[in-house]
């Protein structure tokens, strides 16, 4: 008998009396081998549930067909014992006493293989008939066609007794009725796969773990994107066969699964620990009890904040407050843009400094006077450094942070060609304001040493400050980047340039700094040297760029300067 449960309305009831006894039996086991509960909260006029989301979903269906917990307790249900579900036997008995017929019936609901095992007759529409081998592969069929539309399929029985016997755990769950089959689904959110896309682009590959049947599994991977739709050959793996492989055997898999069905919460961990055996950084998450140990042994272990459990919390090394997959997702972007940020702080502010040592070592080693005093460079540090440097902290994401391979944990912040950039961009620096500098004091003539220096200082601090632009990306194009995406960048050099003017032009600073004032030619052989840097390292960035797309055809991971 087919009836939709939807999340509003109710359900309709069916003219035939048997069709109706049946289904009054089916909502019995729904609310009654169930241990969550739903109330209507007057406060704030909404519905509140409490416990798992399946059993909430199976109560709520019993409410619907005013046949809820409370109408058999009602009636003179008593509760009397219970077998709790738990992962390897995929099933739940509870027992309860008929006081009107002083008869016992115990109830079950459970995975379909789990719970079939169990019954010897089924409920048919002429009343109960035996299981035979006809009747075993019209039921697997059934379960099966439903699991291949997405739901999650339970089986429920249940048997009824004399309140005289003994009750006997042992043969507590054989000799049950088949009663019927109940499907649910919970719909994947549009987001949860355009979230799954971003990770299939950003090289992370998501797995599923699930105690659903893996034609079920299947079809929600499907359409989730974690198995590809036309793919034909994508394995899911069931717990049993799991059992069957040692670690190596499951890491030798190739391609290694994305999707496992029926598992238990020693596979759980055996995946986790394949996984890192293999190299692979593993975020687990998970809201119950049996997800503890995966958590408790992966990379960072994530748990369900709304309906995770104290232990599965107390395991876990980041607690997802909204228990949604995107905010994981969202977290992964945010962490490469702030990783991407501390390194263009860090590079930025080496190259720059490394500069002015650059220039003041070589300008003393070819007889040239020192080009900057104490004062000069530490107002060049505070005012032209700094303020960049702090806005290339907070830069927006790169437009391609989610469309790369993640980074080798392994990897220093700095690697050797990130110094070795640092060096040569200082020292493109130095050598484009040094032949300001000695050009201007030994070619031109008629420059005061004042003048020159002021000359050189400008030409530096100008680059400097152009180069804050150049440093948003290593390898990306200046002239790709929208300026204003980064606006406080753009407020940090406006301000860094208005405090360089001051100190040129402002008698009060420029007498303590001990500059001069520059003409207009001066300004347009700082507007020259400013260009030519920008310029070489368009160029550095082009044959950087073909370096990585060379690289990066046979690593797994992000190949970075």
Same mark, same amino acid.
């Given at each position: 008998?087919?009836?939709?449960?939807?999340?509003?309305?109710?359900?309709?009831?069916?003219?035939?009396?048997?069709?109706?006894?049946?289904?009054?039996?089916?909502?019995?086991?729904?609310?009654?081998?169930?241990?969550?509960?739903?109330?209507?909260?007057?406060?704030?006029?909404?519905?509140?549930?409490?416990?798992?989301?399946?059993?909430?979903?199976?109560?709520?269906?019993?409410?619907?067909?005013?046949?809820?917990?409370?109408?058999?307790?009602?009636?003179?249900?008593?509760?009397?014992?219970?077998?709790?579900?738990?992962?390897?036997?995929?099933?739940?008995?509870?027992?309860? %006493?008929?006081?009107?017929?002083?008869?016992?019936?115990?109830?079950?609901?459970?995975?379909?293989?789990?719970?079939?095992?169990?019954?010897?007759?089924?409920?048919?529409?002429?009343?109960?008939?035996?299981?035979?081998?006809?009747?075993?592969?019209?039921?697997?069929?059934?379960?099966?066609?439903?699991?291949?539309?997405?739901?999650?399929?339970?089986?429920?029985?249940?048997?009824?007794?004399?309140?005289?016997?003994?009750?006997?755990?042992?043969?507590?769950?054989?000799?049950?009725?088949?009663?019927?089959?109940?499907?649910?689904?919970?719909?994947?959110?549009?987001?949860?796969?355009?979230?799954?896309?971003?990770?299939?682009?950003?090289?992370?590959?998501?797995?599923?773990?699930?105690?659903?049947?893996?034609?079920?599994?299947?079809?929600?991977?499907?359409?989730?994107?974690?198995?590809?739709?036309?793919?034909?050959?994508?394995?899911?793996?069931?717990?049993?066969?799991?059992?069957?492989?040692?670690?190596?055997?499951?890491?030798?898999?190739?391609?290694?699964?994305?999707?496992?069905?029926?598992?238990?919460?020693?596979?759980?961990?055996?995946?986790?620990?394949?996984?890192?055996?293999?190299?692979?950084?593993?975020?687990?998450?998970?809201?119950?009890?049996?997800?503890?140990?995966?958590?408790?042994?992966?990379?960072?272990?994530?748990?369900?904040?709304?309906?995770?459990?104290?232990?599965?919390?107390?395991?876990?090394?980041?607690?997802?407050?909204?228990?949604?997959?995107?905010?994981?997702?969202?977290?992964?972007?945010?962490?490469?843009?702030?990783?991407?940020?501390?390194?263009?702080?860090?590079?930025?502010?080496?190259?720059?400094?490394?500069?002015?040592?650059?220039?003041?070592?070589?300008?003393?080693?070819?007889?040239?006077?020192?080009?900057?005093?104490?004062?000069?460079?530490?107002?060049?540090?505070?005012?032209?450094?700094?303020?960049?440097?702090?806005?290339?902290?907070?830069?927006?994401?790169?437009?391609?942070?989610?469309?790369?391979?993640?980074?080798?944990?392994?990897?220093?912040?700095?690697?050797?060609?990130?110094?070795?950039?640092?060096?040569?961009?200082?020292?493109?620096?130095?050598?484009?304001?040094?032949?300001?500098?000695?050009?201007?004091?030994?070619?031109?003539?008629?420059?005061?040493?004042?003048?020159?220096?002021?000359?050189?200082?400008?030409?530096?601090?100008?680059?400097?400050?152009?180069?804050?632009?150049?440093?948003?990306?290593?390898?990306?194009?200046?002239?790709?980047?929208?300026?204003?995406?980064?606006?406080?960048?753009?407020?940090?050099?406006?301000?860094?340039?208005?405090?360089?003017?001051?100190?040129?032009?402002?008698?009060?600073?420029?007498?303590?700094?001990? %500059?001069?004032?520059?003409?207009?030619?001066?300004?347009?052989?700082?507007?020259?040297?400013?260009?030519?840097?920008?310029?070489?390292?368009?160029?550095?960035?082009?044959?950087?760029?073909?370096?990585?797309?060379?690289?990066?055809?046979?690593?797994?991971?992000?190949?970075?300067?």
């Amino acid at each position: 008998y087919q009836r939709r449960v939807r999340g509003t309305g109710s359900v309709s009831q069916t003219p035939n009396s048997k069709a109706a006894e049946d289904l009054s039996s089916i909502f019995m086991i729904c609310s009654l081998c169930n241990n969550s509960s739903i109330s209507f909260d007057p406060e704030c006029q909404q519905w509140k549930s409490r416990g798992d989301p399946t059993e909430v979903a199976l109560q709520v269906a019993a409410e619907k067909f005013k046949k809820g917990k409370s109408y058999w307790t009602d009636s003179g249900m008593s509760f009397v014992s219970e077998i709790p579900f738990d992962s390897d036997r995929k099933r739940m008995t509870v027992v309860y %006493l008929k006081s009107s017929s002083s008869s016992r019936l115990t109830m079950m609901k459970g995975a379909p293989e789990a719970i079939f095992s169990c019954c010897t007759s089924v409920m048919g529409e002429d009343g109960r008939m035996p299981i035979n081998e006809s009747v075993m592969s019209t039921l697997e069929d059934q379960s099966m066609m439903m699991a291949t539309r997405g739901l999650r399929v339970l089986a429920l029985a249940m048997k009824e007794e004399s309140a005289n016997t003994v009750v006997d755990e042992s043969v507590m769950e054989t000799d049950l009725c088949l009663i019927g089959l109940v499907g649910l689904i919970d719909p994947p959110r549009e987001e949860v796969k355009k979230a799954i896309a971003k990770c299939n682009t950003a090289g992370i590959r998501v797995v599923m773990i699930t105690g659903d049947h893996p034609t079920t599994a299947a079809t929600i991977a499907r359409q989730l994107g974690i198995i590809i739709q036309d793919d034909l050959s994508a394995v899911v793996m069931k717990g049993v066969e799991l059992d069957a492989l040692s670690k190596q055997d499951l890491l030798n898999i190739k391609p290694f699964p994305n999707v496992f069905a029926r598992v238990s919460p020693a596979n759980k961990l055996k995946i986790v620990q394949v996984l890192k055996m293999g190299g692979d950084i593993v975020a687990m998450t998970g809201d119950g009890v049996n997800d503890a140990p995966a958590i408790k042994n992966a990379d960072v272990g994530i748990a369900m904040g709304i309906t995770g459990t104290d232990l599965t919390k107390g395991s876990a090394d980041i607690i997802l407050l909204d228990d949604n997959f995107v905010t994981i997702v969202s977290a992964i972007k945010e962490g490469r843009q702030t990783y991407d940020n501390i390194r263009k702080f860090i590079i930025y502010l080496l190259t720059c400094n490394s500069a002015e040592i650059f220039l003041m070592v070589i300008a003393i080693a070819i007889g040239l006077p020192i080009p900057f005093t104490s004062i000069m460079i530490l107002y060049a540090n505070i005012f032209a450094d700094v303020p960049p440097a702090l806005a290339l902290g907070i830069d927006p994401p790169e437009s391609k942070v989610m469309k790369r391979y993640p980074r080798d944990p392994t990897a220093n912040a700095l690697s050797i060609w990130s110094s070795l950039l640092i060096i040569f961009n200082g020292l493109c620096m130095t050598g484009l304001s040094l032949l300001v500098y000695s050009l201007s004091y030994w070619v031109e003539g008629g420059y005061s040493e004042g003048r020159a220096r002021s000359l050189v200082y400008a030409a530096l601090t100008c680059t400097q400050l152009t180069h804050s632009f150049v440093s948003r990306s290593l390898v990306e194009s200046t002239f790709r980047k929208d300026i204003f995406d980064n606006r406080w960048l753009v407020a940090a050099y406006v301000i860094s340039m208005i405090c360089l003017i001051g100190g040129l032009y402002l008698p009060e600073i420029n007498h303590i700094l001990e %500059l001069e004032e520059l003409s207009g030619f001066d300004w347009l052989k700082v507007l020259a040297v400013v260009v030519s840097h920008v310029l070489i390292m368009e160029v550095e960035k082009f044959f950087l760029r073909l370096k990585i797309k060379y690289v990066q055809r046979s690593n797994k991971f992000f190949v970075d300067i």
